[in-house]
């Protein structure tokens, strides 16, 4: 290496880092990858993932995925677990902010950009938003097969039957299909797709969606995509149709009946509360009913 | 009423300052400068630098000094950085044949020209703790020096020495590595694609992590995989790296690093029509890493199973095995992020388990009361 | 193609104690089995480096018929199998195979998606140790389904009962169908392979060693329940076995193979009735002394 990059006694002032990052050459090869992913919907595209200053499996497929779409106009929120205030989110959010420079937001509404683990937000997206996914494992047939040469000849012929005998074993065994998350979906009719670890619960919301959907995972080095309005299907049987989660008690904090819950253990005699998992959403709604009492009062 | 927990950026904050508190330790001890990691943690700052694929002492002594001496975490830091650093294109392939050799050591031949070096090797030491070591202000002890009595300087045997394997590949006995003139792959670059070529075999080798490839080189010698190897030649020393810019078109010298070189001696009993030979399997690392060096050319040699026609059994023949999951900083991240909440899954999770539960006690209830039913 | 072998066996290169099988000759002089063969293997060879795996063996297999490739181990007999059922690529020579559509096609030349759809749906492979072909950590219902929802059939409820279906079929309880093979004895363990190779209907079926592995009165069943099944199901199968007991009870047409070459062929009890080769002399007296 030349001398004038190494970090030397007299030279450790903070490098200056390009917008977003990654250098442009580095974008370039993601947007050429993330063009290829949206043009076969679900299908993996390989792309020559970057070693980035976050560890792998922390999100560092999104933030190139995100880093490479960028623009100076984009107003960014990231979420993990449906949160904005989780640590993981908080840390890729202050990333961007140092490193782009952009306005971050934790409002669906608001944002352009939506970096996620784990949750599509309960906001319902609308077209000219991006949402990208963090994916820790994007084979959904590694389950059954883990070897890459053969799931990738899998894709390839559309050789899906044992993802049913997955389905099939499952309601054998427990009467139903045994999945929660990271359920597995077909997508445009022809590629086979993990949805990343969202709930089943958030399965419906990618379908027909508005918005593009982005996927990264960056230890696999893998980008996939669902453009907006494409079709999103849960695989299951024509007797055993798919089905999402359903709770029995409301939020505890904005009385929500229709939203993903988290449970949480509020006491040592483990007295179980149910809130809802994506933050803003739940803020958002208690505002605005308290705001209604607070008209109906004055 | 539960109020979700806000203050995500001030743990954060607060977690940072914590950290620079434990790395700093007990004030009263002097702070250790990366000047001496650089040269007295010396091994560790030659790991750091082979799995962080950058030669760069300094660099890798304060990534040393920032991550506490995890060694790990040390590549991690010094990859994240390498990989904002520019590119001016890549070096000419080194010359290992002149290298300036400071060890060398052969297990096949009894004597080579240029003969056996053993140079700086903890091999003969006999590992017994020095208390010696254990104050400050100790010269190294020198040949022959007792107690009270000036012993030798050491020397240090410095040459160019041929290889040993080029005695077999003259007599035809070890088919000739060439260059087939095509830019080697880079992984750092493009994303690995099965099955990979030899390039980005040795290349994920050179970068991955020690411990791992120790493993599986032990396990080829223990059955799983066996490849029969000779160490045909060991050899550190100093090349020289040479750069070909485009506007000049002639090799410029721009340096000269330390590098580990292994290279195995292989049995290969010939069929698919080839006379029966020896084979070869190849390691490098960066500084003096020899244990590494070893691995690598035993886990290079198993690798070669498949072209070889030979029966692919152990794990370390297995390419996909081995290069997906010998990269440290991959599994040591993919491995810690289970520490990331997960509480949306596993809340998906406990509602599933908890309706199977109650399909099996309902199913149960059934079952007995049809059983008490019948007679 | 070498003049012989349109019909029936090709003369072996010696051509000691070879004799033609008793297959018509073409009438017009035309190949008959361009209209109704099934497969046509035409001088397949496979060398190892040096060494000989199997040279110019040529066959015709007709729908219906069981062809019982039998020899000592070492013969060639495992190789042969493996090329004509193109799960490895011969050094010279052609397998051509009649799809279910009529085309013929170059088994070799298939591209992948084809061939493997070949595979899950109008073949089947019975290997001798029942693990290489089961799905040990499915049960045996998802084992039997498997090729339906492979072929794109999405009723739970339907691909139930060819499971329970299936299980009658090869004699084993339907309330073992959640069960995991490993679960089964190793008789169960090959019926089940047989019975999810044939839930597809297929219209060939290689099998390699069945009963290799089982002992006699296992194999007495499960010989019995293979003869049924290929015949209620009009079964063309190529069959590798080095016992000659499994050849005469379930071909019609036998080869004998020895280092790679096939030494006799012909009408099973024929060549095990009047064996002319001296090889073939050999196997038969073995048994029977056995």
Same mark, same amino acid.
């Given at each position: 290496?030349?001398?004038?990059?190494?970090?030397?006694?007299?030279?450790?002032?903070?490098?200056?880092?390009?917008?977003?990052?990654?250098?442009?050459?580095?974008?370039?090869?993601?947007?050429?990858?993330?063009?290829?992913?949206?043009?076969?919907?679900?299908?993996?595209?390989?792309?020559?993932?970057?070693?980035?200053?976050?560890?792998?499996?922390?999100?560092?497929?999104?933030?190139?995925?995100?880093?490479?779409?960028?623009?100076?106009?984009?107003?960014?929120?990231?979420? @993990?677990?449906?949160?904005?205030?989780?640590?993981?989110?908080?840390?890729?959010?202050?990333?961007?902010?140092?490193?782009?420079?952009?306005?971050?937001?934790?409002?669906?509404?608001?944002?352009?950009?939506?970096?996620?683990?784990?949750?599509?937000?309960?906001?319902?997206?609308?077209?000219?938003?991006?949402?990208?996914?963090?994916?820790?494992?994007?084979?959904?047939?590694?389950?059954?097969?883990?070897?890459?040469?053969?799931?990738?000849?899998?894709?390839?012929?559309?050789?899906?039957?044992?993802?049913?005998?997955?389905?099939?074993?499952?309601?054998?065994?427990?009467?139903?299909?045994?999945?929660?998350?990271?359920?597995?979906?077909?997508?445009?009719?022809?590629?086979?797709?993990?949805?990343?670890?969202?709930?089943?619960?958030?399965?419906?919301?990618?379908?027909?969606?508005?918005?593009?959907?982005?996927?990264?995972?960056?230890?696999?080095?893998?980008?996939?995509?669902?453009?907006?309005?494409?079709?999103?299907?849960?695989? @299951?049987?024509?007797?055993?149709?798919?089905?999402?989660?359903?709770? @029995?008690?409301?939020?505890?904090?904005?009385?929500?009946?229709?939203?993903?819950?988290?449970?949480?253990?509020?006491?040592?005699?483990?007295?179980?509360?149910?809130?809802?998992?994506?933050?803003?959403?739940?803020?958002?709604?208690?505002?605005?009913?308290?705001?209604?009492?607070?008209?109906? @009062?004055? | 009423?539960?109020?979700?927990?806000?203050?995500?950026?001030?743990?954060?904050?607060?977690?940072?300052?914590?950290?620079?508190?434990?790395?700093?330790?007990?004030?009263?001890?002097?702070?250790?400068?990366?000047?001496?990691?650089?040269?007295?943690?010396?091994?560790?700052?030659?790991?750091?630098?082979?799995?962080?694929?950058?030669?760069?002492?300094?660099?890798?002594?304060?990534?040393?000094?920032?991550?506490?001496?995890?060694?790990?975490?040390?590549?991690?830091?010094?990859?994240?950085?390498?990989?904002?650093?520019?590119?001016?294109?890549?070096?000419?392939?080194?010359?290992?044949?002149?290298?300036?050799?400071?060890?060398?050591?052969?297990?096949?031949?009894?004597?080579?020209?240029?003969?056996?070096?053993?140079?700086?090797?903890?091999?003969?030491?006999?590992?017994?703790?020095?208390?010696?070591?254990?104050?400050?202000?100790?010269?190294?002890?020198?040949?022959?020096?007792?107690?009270?009595?000036?012993?030798?300087?050491?020397?240090?045997?410095?040459?160019?020495?041929?290889?040993?394997?080029?005695?077999?590949?003259?007599?035809?006995?070890?088919?000739?590595?060439?260059?087939?003139?095509?830019?080697?792959?880079?992984?750092?670059?493009?994303?690995?694609?099965?099955?990979?070529?030899?390039?980005?075999?040795?290349?994920?080798?050179?970068?991955?992590?020690?411990?791992?490839?120790?493993?599986?080189?032990?396990?080829?010698?223990?059955?799983?995989?066996?490849?029969?190897?000779?160490?045909?030649?060991?050899?550190?020393?100093?090349?020289?790296?040479?750069?070909?810019?485009?506007?000049?078109?002639?090799?410029?010298?721009?340096?000269?690093?330390?590098?580990?070189?292994?290279?195995?001696?292989?049995?290969?009993?010939?069929?698919?029509?080839?006379?029966?030979?020896?084979?070869?399997?190849?390691?490098?690392?960066?500084?003096?890493?020899?244990?590494?060096?070893?691995?690598?050319?035993?886990?290079?040699?198993?690798?070669?199973?498949?072209?070889?026609?030979?029966?692919?059994?152990?794990?370390?023949?297995?390419?996909?095995?081995?290069?997906?999951?010998?990269?440290?900083?991959?599994?040591?991240?993919?491995?810690?992020?289970?520490?990331?909440?997960?509480?949306?899954?596993?809340?998906?999770?406990?509602?599933?388990?908890?309706?199977?539960?109650?399909?099996?006690?309902?199913?149960?209830?059934?079952?007995?009361?049809?059983?008490?039913?019948?007679? | 193609?070498?003049?012989?072998?349109?019909?029936?066996?090709?003369?072996?290169?010696?051509?000691?104690?070879?004799?033609?099988?008793?297959?018509?000759?073409?009438?017009?002089?035309?190949?008959?089995?361009?209209?109704?063969?099934?497969?046509?293997?035409?001088?397949?060879?496979?060398?190892?480096?040096?060494?000989?795996?199997?040279?110019?063996?040529?066959?015709?297999?007709?729908?219906?018929?069981?062809?019982?490739?039998?020899?000592?181990?070492?013969?060639?007999?495992?190789?042969?199998?493996?090329?004509?059922?193109?799960?490895?690529?011969?050094?010279?020579?052609?397998?051509?195979?009649?799809?279910?559509?009529?085309?013929?096609?170059?088994?070799?030349?298939?591209?992948?998606?084809?061939?493997?759809?070949?595979?899950?749906?109008?073949?089947?492979?019975?290997?001798?140790?029942?693990?290489?072909?089961?799905?040990?950590?499915?049960?045996?219902?998802?084992?039997?389904?498997?090729?339906?929802?492979?072929?794109?059939?999405?009723?739970?409820?339907?691909?139930?009962?060819?499971?329970?279906?299936?299980?009658?079929?090869?004699?084993?309880?339907?309330?073992?169908?959640?069960?995991?093979?490993?679960?089964?004895?190793?008789?169960?363990?090959?019926?089940?392979?047989?019975?999810?190779?044939?839930?597809?209907?297929?219209?060939?079926?290689?099998?390699?060693?069945?009963?290799?592995?089982?002992?006699?009165?296992?194999?007495?069943?499960?010989?019995?329940?293979?003869?049924?099944?290929?015949?209620?199901?009009?079964?063309?199968?190529?069959?590798?076995?080095?016992?000659?007991?499994?050849?005469?009870?379930?071909?019609?047409?036998?080869?004998?193979?020895?280092?790679?070459?096939?030494?006799?062929?012909?009408?099973?009890?024929?060549?095990?009735?009047?064996?002319?080769?001296?090889?073939?002399?050999?196997?038969?007296?073995?048994?029977?002394?056995?």
């Amino acid at each position: 290496m030349p001398a004038e990059n190494s970090i030397s006694e007299n030279q450790r002032e903070t490098p200056v880092y390009n917008f977003a990052y990654l250098d442009e050459q580095t974008k370039r090869m993601l947007r050429r990858a993330i063009l290829k992913a949206v043009a076969v919907p679900g299908c993996q595209v390989p792309f020559g993932g970057r070693e980035m200053p976050m560890p792998y499996g922390w999100g560092t497929g999104g933030i190139q995925v995100s880093a490479a779409i960028m623009g100076k106009n984009d107003v960014l929120k990231v979420i @993990d677990q449906g949160s904005d205030d989780t640590t993981n989110a908080v840390s890729i959010r202050s990333f961007f902010k140092r490193v782009a420079g952009i306005p971050v937001t934790t409002s669906t509404r608001e944002a352009t950009i939506i970096q996620t683990r784990h949750r599509i937000p309960e906001h319902p997206l609308r077209e000219g938003q991006i949402i990208v996914y963090q994916v820790p494992v994007p084979e959904p047939l590694r389950w059954m097969e883990p070897s890459e040469k053969e799931t990738r000849t899998m894709h390839a012929l559309e050789e899906y039957g044992v993802m049913h005998v997955k389905l099939y074993e499952d309601i054998a065994r427990h009467g139903e299909i045994a999945a929660s998350y990271d359920y597995p979906v077909m997508v445009g009719g022809r590629y086979v797709m993990s949805p990343s670890p969202l709930p089943k619960f958030d399965n419906p919301r990618m379908h027909q969606s508005p918005a593009l959907q982005l996927f990264g995972a960056g230890r696999e080095k893998r980008v996939y995509a669902v453009p907006p309005y494409t079709d999103v299907r849960s695989l @299951d049987f024509e007797d055993h149709p798919f089905s999402v989660q359903r709770w @029995d008690k409301p939020c505890e904090i904005c009385g929500s009946t229709d939203t993903y819950l988290d449970e949480i253990i509020a006491d040592d005699k483990g007295t179980r509360l149910y809130v809802c998992s994506d933050t803003d959403h739940c803020a958002a709604r208690l505002a605005s009913k308290e705001n209604r009492q607070g008209g109906s @009062d004055g | 009423m539960y109020v979700a927990v806000k203050g995500g950026e001030k743990a954060i904050a607060n977690a940072h300052a914590l950290l620079a508190e434990k790395r700093r330790g007990d004030l009263s001890v002097p702070e250790v400068e990366t000047a001496q990691i650089r040269e007295q943690l010396s091994l560790a700052v030659d790991r750091v630098m082979s799995e962080g694929s950058l030669y760069d002492r300094d660099t890798a002594a304060l990534a040393i000094k920032q991550a506490r001496g995890d060694l790990v975490e040390a590549v991690f830091l010094v990859r994240a950085y390498r990989t904002t650093l520019p590119r001016f294109g890549s070096a000419d392939p080194l010359d290992t044949e002149n290298m300036r050799v400071r060890r060398r050591v052969s297990a096949t031949y009894k004597d080579v020209p240029g003969g056996q070096m053993l140079g700086p090797t903890f091999d003969y030491t006999h590992r017994l703790l020095d208390p010696a070591l254990a104050g400050s202000g100790n010269a190294p002890r020198r040949p022959g020096e007792e107690a009270g009595e000036a012993g030798e300087t050491p020397v240090e045997a410095v040459g160019l020495c041929p290889k040993v394997l080029s005695f077999l590949e003259k007599e035809g006995l070890l088919p000739e590595e060439s260059d087939k003139g095509e830019a080697p792959g880079d992984l750092t670059r493009q994303p690995l694609q099965l099955p990979a070529d030899r390039d980005i075999r040795l290349q994920s080798l050179a970068r991955g992590d020690e411990g791992m490839l120790l493993a599986l080189a032990y396990s080829t010698q223990r059955g799983f995989g066996s490849t029969h190897p000779f160490a045909g030649e060991i050899r550190m020393g100093e090349v020289e790296v040479a750069f070909t810019p485009e506007e000049l078109g002639f090799p410029v010298i721009v340096g000269e690093i330390t590098v580990t070189e292994c290279e195995t001696v292989n049995k290969f009993t010939g069929g698919g029509g080839v006379p029966a030979a020896f084979t070869r399997g190849y390691g490098l690392t960066f500084g003096e890493g020899e244990r590494k060096a070893m691995s690598m050319a035993l886990v290079d040699r198993s690798l070669r199973s498949e072209e070889l026609g030979e029966a692919v059994k152990g794990p370390a023949q297995d390419q996909e095995f081995v290069l997906y999951h010998s990269d440290n900083v991959e599994a040591s991240g993919f491995v810690q992020h289970l520490k990331l909440p997960h509480y949306v899954d596993f809340q998906a999770e406990l509602e599933l388990v908890r309706s199977l539960r109650r399909a099996h006690a309902a199913n149960a209830a059934r079952d007995s009361i049809s059983r008490r039913a019948s007679p | 193609m070498a003049e012989p072998a349109a019909i029936g066996f090709s003369v072996p290169p010696a051509g000691r104690g070879m004799r033609d099988a008793k297959a018509p000759p073409p009438a017009d002089g035309s190949e008959p089995f361009l209209d109704c063969g099934l497969l046509h293997v035409e001088g397949v060879t496979k060398y190892y480096g040096g060494r000989v795996g199997c040279e110019d063996v040529s066959f015709d297999l007709w729908p219906g018929e069981v062809l019982a490739v039998v020899g000592e181990s070492g013969s060639g007999k495992s190789t042969l199998l493996n090329l004509v059922s193109g799960r490895m690529a011969p050094t010279s020579g052609r397998v051509r195979y009649r799809e279910s559509s009529g085309a013929l096609c170059d088994v070799h030349k298939l591209p992948e998606a084809s061939r493997r759809r070949l595979l899950r749906t109008e073949w089947g492979y019975v290997h001798q140790n029942p693990r290489d072909g089961l799905r040990m950590r499915v049960s045996a219902g998802g084992n039997i389904g498997e090729r339906l929802m492979a072929c794109g059939n999405r009723h739970y409820g339907n691909i139930r009962k060819a499971g329970v279906s299936w299980l009658g079929k090869v004699e084993i309880d339907a309330d073992r169908i959640d069960d995991m093979p490993v679960s089964y004895s190793g008789g169960m363990q090959q019926r089940l392979q047989i019975a999810r190779n044939l839930v597809s209907a297929p219209r060939l079926v290689f099998m390699d060693e069945p009963t290799g592995g089982l002992d006699v009165s296992v194999q007495a069943r499960l010989l019995d329940l293979i003869r049924t099944l290929v015949r209620e199901m009009g079964l063309s199968v190529v069959l590798v076995t080095h016992d000659l007991a499994v050849a005469r009870l379930l071909a019609h047409r036998l080869m004998v193979m020895r280092r790679g070459v096939v030494v006799e062929a012909g009408l099973a009890d024929q060549v095990l009735d009047d064996p002319r080769h001296e090889y073939t002399q050999l196997l038969v007296s073995s048994v029977l002394q056995g």
